[in-house]
Every structure is written in structure tokens, then in C-alpha cells.
């Protein structure tokens, strides 16, 4: 039995349609700042060699980092690899180089976890992604491939292919613009993706479920569909992995600061352990004072996100945390081939 508390207050959806005025509002700024880069008004940077951007039409919560980590590990054999982000919630301006031994207050929570997983794999965060792709093609090892996190509304660049992403549980064609409702821009958007992944799919998803949500799909883009699942790893320390059998009967504190906690939270439910569970908003940034009060946990249990803000912050409780990877429904090798027949096509 999980208890929760809560440090960030979610709007009650139904209370957002009382802003579907101001939706209204923001719906046409958006689609007026797409309409000037598809008539080439505003100038979006087109590149000679392999950029690949990944992103959503929503806030949050569609799994960019686990889909940014599984087309590094496509390519990071035959190709030297640079990743690009934002570098969201950090507290630096400009282009740096992402290391190991950055902070995520530095450069981000999502480019810590991709540099200390990825060791060799160029990492970078850059809020002007065009002069940030600049300056790894600067490098006396110039990536052939350069993947970028989160850019499906930077139009500033314009990658040669696109990846959309979308959660199960809360697919684009059932949203509304913001505030009214979580997306960035209307729906129509989609049809700039090259290809679309619905992610955070239940294991069982049948083909018959499968053949709905890409009907409704086709209405807003012709760009091939795929279907993807959360696979959770082996708990982890930074002294390795344990067994779950450790943790029964233990005082366990569950801590995340993402945008979806619950899929987390109900793989935890499912290794029969008791917890706490405290929320924090997504990209939280923990003060001395939460921190302070987090170690008096025995066992904290946390996301690999979350786990780059916490390591190092603890001094007295035992701080585990869980990996997460794609697992696609069947058609891995058919994405697979999209992306790599696109570098083979871009790269000179």
C-alpha cells in the first residue's frame, strides 16, 4: 500500500475549460508562428548531414529521454554520436559540454543521465540549438550524427527526421492546446513528424487497439506509427543492482519529480513493497531543506531522472534508483531501418 504527499497542485482538468478562452488565444499565436516557417518567413536551419530531432505535442511525460537513450544505442556502434538539449531546470545560460562530473543544476537533469550513461557519446545543452549544433561541429571530433532532445517546437532548426512522440495514456488527438488542455500547438502539428511512436503502451496492447489509435492518427499525419512499451531494469546503486527481495519489510520512501509518476509507481506496487510516495514537480529542483528531511528515509527509491539530482546530496539514506528503456510491440526493426536508412541517405 502505497501514501502519498504532494509538493507541486495539479489543475482538475475540468476546471481548464474555463480557460479555453485564452487556448483559443494561444492556438492562434501558434499556428501563426507555423504558418510564417512553412512559408519560409522565419528562417529554419536545414542541415548536409544527419540531425535527428525527437519531441512531442504535449507537456511532458511522453518519454523523450528513454527514446533519445534508445536511438543513441542504435547508432553509437557505427557512428560517432552528439546528443543537443535545452538543458531544462538548469541554472547556467549558453553552450556546455555535458561530463560526468556536471551537475544537474549545471546543465540539466536529462543530459547528466545521457553523459554518465553514455560515456563516450557527445553531450551538450544549448537553449539556441543552431548555434549548439555549431559548436559540436566545431569539435576536433566532429559527430557524423547529432540527436536532439525535445525540438519538435524549435523550428529554428529543422532536422532531417523527425520522431513524435505521444503516451498512451494521454495521446495528442485526444488533447487540447493550452491552457485548456496540454499540448503546444494543435494537433495538425503532426503532420511535420516523419514518424510517430505512441509510448507507454500496456504489454497487451492488442493489434485490434493498435489499428484504432493509428486510424485516428491518419487523420492528422500519413507519417508511420509504432507502438512502444516501458520496460523497467534491475534496481540500481552506485554500487550495482540489487535484488527486490532486499527491500521487503524495509521503510521505503518513493521519490519523484516527473511529469507521470503513476506507471513508476504501479511497477513498484507490482514487487509487493510498502512505500511513501512523495511528489514533486517535474525538474524539481530539491533545497537544502527538502534534502534534509529526505535523509531521515531509511531507503529512498527514486527515478534514474531524479536519481542524477539526489546522488551525492544524502548523507545518511541509502538512495536506489530504476532504469527505464523502450521496448517496441513489434515493429523495433521496422523503426530501426527508418533511422538508419536516413543516415545512410544524409551522411556523405
Not at 239 to 266: C, M
Request: aromatic content about 12%; some cysteine.
Amino acid at each position: 500500500m502505497r501514501k502519498y504527499k504532494n509538493y507541486n497542485f495539479e489543475p482538475v482538468k475540468n476546471a481548464r475549460k474555463i480557460l479555453w478562452p485564452i487556448a483559443v488565444a494561444y492556438d492562434g499565436v501558434t499556428q501563426l508562428r507555423n504558418f510564417l516557417f512553412d512559408k519560409e518567413v522565419f528562417n529554419s536551419r536545414v542541415y548536409d548531414f544527419p540531425v535527428i530531432g525527437i519531441g512531442n505535442l504535449s507537456t511532458g511525460g511522453t518519454g523523450k529521454s528513454p527514446m533519445t537513450e534508445y536511438v543513441i544505442s542504435l547508432l553509437n556502434d557505427s557512428y560517432t554520436v552528439a546528443t543537443l538539449s535545452r538543458g531544462y531546470g538548469r541554472k547556467t545560460t549558453g553552450y556546455l559540454d555535458v561530463s560526468q562530473n556536471s551537475t544537474a543544476s549545471e546543465v540539466g537533469d536529462e543530459p547528466l543521465q545521457f553523459a554518465r550513461k553514455f560515456k563516450d557519446v557527445q553531450v551538450a545543452v544549448c537553449e539556441n540549438r543552431v548555434e549548439g549544433i555549431s559548436k559540436l561541429r566545431e569539435k576536433s571530433i566532429c559527430p557524423d550524427v547529432v540527436v536532439l532532445d525535445d525540438v519538435y517546437q524549435h523550428r529554428k532548426v529543422s532536422p532531417g527526421l523527425l520522431i513524435l512522440l505521444t503516451a498512451y495514456d494521454d495521446l495528442f488527438y485526444q488533447d487540447l492546446v493550452l491552457p485548456a488542455g496540454n499540448l503546444r500547438e494543435k494537433r495538425t502539428g503532426a503532420d511535420r513528424a516523419d514518424c510517430i511512436v505512441v509510448t507507454k503502451c500496456p504489454d497487451n496492447l492488442s493489434k485490434e487497439n493498435q489499428y484504432k489509435i493509428r486510424a485516428k492518427i491518419s487523420r492528422y499525419s500519413s507519417a508511420p506509427v509504432y507502438f512502444a512499451a516501458i520496460a523497467y531494469s534491475e534496481i540500481q546503486s552506485i554500487r550495482g543492482s540489487l535484488d527486490w527481495e532486499a527491500f521487503l519489510n524495509k521503510r521505503i520512501t518513493v521519490v519523484t519529480g516527473i511529469a507521470k509518476p503513476e506507471p513508476f509507481l504501479n511497477y513498484l506496487e507490482s514487487k509487493k513493497i510498502d512505500f511513501n510516495h512523495l511528489k514533486f514537480s517535474d525538474h524539481h529542483n530539491f533545497t537544502e531543506d527538502e534534502i534534509n528531511r529526505l535523509d531521515d528515509s531509511e531507503i529512498i527509491i527514486t527515478t534514474e531522472k531524479d536519481f542524477v539530482r539526489l546522488d551525492g546530496k544524502l548523507k545518511k539514506s541509502k538512495l536506489y534508483y530504476i532504469p527505464i528503456a523502450f521496448k517496441f510491440l513489434g515493429d523495433a526493426k521496422n523503426f530501426d531501418e527508418i533511422i538508419l536508412n536516413f543516415i545512410a541517405s544524409t551522411s556523405k
